[in-house]
């Protein structure tokens, strides 16, 4: 069963207190656009912008989907979300890097040195270059919409999540 497309608004009252609300909506994925949804969401953002007292602040479009059935199925057996690969990519016009963390970095991309390999042709590589270059419309920019322009550091981190299986006992 599909995923949902959520409109979500979020509103500030007098006092600057916010909440949200979500709209669940279903579309023809096949022939309506982003700029469709967009369209529809600022639309249903005006019905309750007529209701509400509050002001909208901010509204946005989630598309859930599902994973691609080429990825694999299974976590590796000696995969751990806490081991990462942290990079930091330079953004055009600016000092400040990019930060991209991928969780449960493959312990075959660690050299002996505890360093992720950067080999050319490699796994971290192939996916720099896609960062760097884009895929067709998608380009990756950071929050302020400045081009990735090259990898400027990485190194495998340790960050620290909390146990869920722990969370997940019942205690009598």
């Known amino acids: 069963m599909p995923s949902p ?6 509103i500030r009252d007098e006092s600057g207190d916010l909440a949200t609300t979500k709209l669940y909506v279903a579309y023809d994925a096949a022939t309506e656009t982003v700029a469709a949804l967009l369209g529809a ?16 602040v901010k509204f946005n479009v989630s598309i859930p989907a599902l994973p691609d059935p080429s990825w694999k199925a299974t976590p ?22 990019e930060e991209f963390i991928v969780p449960a970095i493959k312990p075959s991309l660690i050299d002996v040195n505890g360093h992720p390999i950067l ?11 896609l960062i760097v270059a884009g895929s067709g419309a998608v380009f990756p920019n950071n929050q302020f919409l400045l081009d990735l322009t090259a990898l400027r550091d990485a190194a495998v981190t340790f960050r620290k999540r909390k146990d869920s299986r722990k969370l997940s006992k019942v205690r009598a």
């Open 119 to 129: 080999t050319s042709g490699g796994a971290i590589d192939t996916m720099n270059d």
């Open 5 to 10: 497309t959520i409109f979500s608004y979020t």
């Open 41 to 56: 969401a600022a639309a249903f953002g005006g019905v309750i912008d007529a209701v509400t007292g509050g002001k909208i």
């Open 76 to 97: 590796d057996a000696d995969s751990d979300v806490q081991k990462t690969l942290l990079e930091n990519f330079t953004a055009a016009d600016t000092i400040y890097p």
